[in-house]
């Protein structure tokens, strides 16, 4: 389980004495919303899987939540390349309000979250953070990362003979 499921999990179980040291004005949900506000903004804009690859687009489609996929040659390789919907910063508030809320009793609120609410919490419960939109395509076999420079490399059923 990573840092921030755990402290996900265990928002609930804050220790009675902790409102005294926050800082006034606001009280202890406040500063909950704002302490969650940031690390939700940092789990969300921390990773960029986007790096705007040209070249000849072999097949665009459609993911949920409005995501896109391309598979691009781009010279003699084949890129798998993300567009996800924009990052705002009402909707890391909106997120951040919503993992509050559901996390404290359920979601109770009075209008279903927009799409790109819905997605990137989703991102952030699954686990998968930055890797959530490969796991949403039914295409792609394996992802593995590089740890010497960061990238990505996926497996994709369809284009599994060009080689990646």
């Known amino acids: 389980m990573n840092r921030l499921q755990r402290f996900f999990q265990n ?3 804050t220790p009675p004495s902790l409102p005294r040291i926050l800082p006034r004005g606001g009280g202890f949900a ?3 919303l704002r302490v969650v506000r940031r690390i939700v903004e940092e789990y969300l804009t921390g990773f960029s899987i986007d790096e705007g ?3 000849l687009i072999l097949e665009g489609y459609e993911l949920p939540f ?3 996929a391309r598979i691009v040659r781009s010279g003699s390789l084949l890129k798998y390349v993300v567009e996800e919907p924009p990052m705002t910063p009402g909707i890391v508030d909106q997120v951040s309000r919503l993992v509050v809320g559901v996390e404290a009793d359920g979601f109770k609120g009075p209008e279903a979250p927009g799409v790109e609410v819905v997605y990137n919490y989703s991102k952030i419960v699954s686990g998968y953070g930055p890797l959530y939109p490969f796991t949403m395509d039914e295409g792609v076999e394996e992802v593995s990362l590089d740890r010497k420079n960061g990238r990505i490399h996926v ?3 369809k284009y599994s003979w060009y080689g990646w």
């Open 11 to 13: 928002i609930k179980t």
């Open 155 to 157: 497996i994709h059923s």
């Open 66 to 68: 409005n995501v896109k």
């Open 53 to 55: 690859v040209e070249g």
């Open 30 to 32: 406040e500063a909950s």
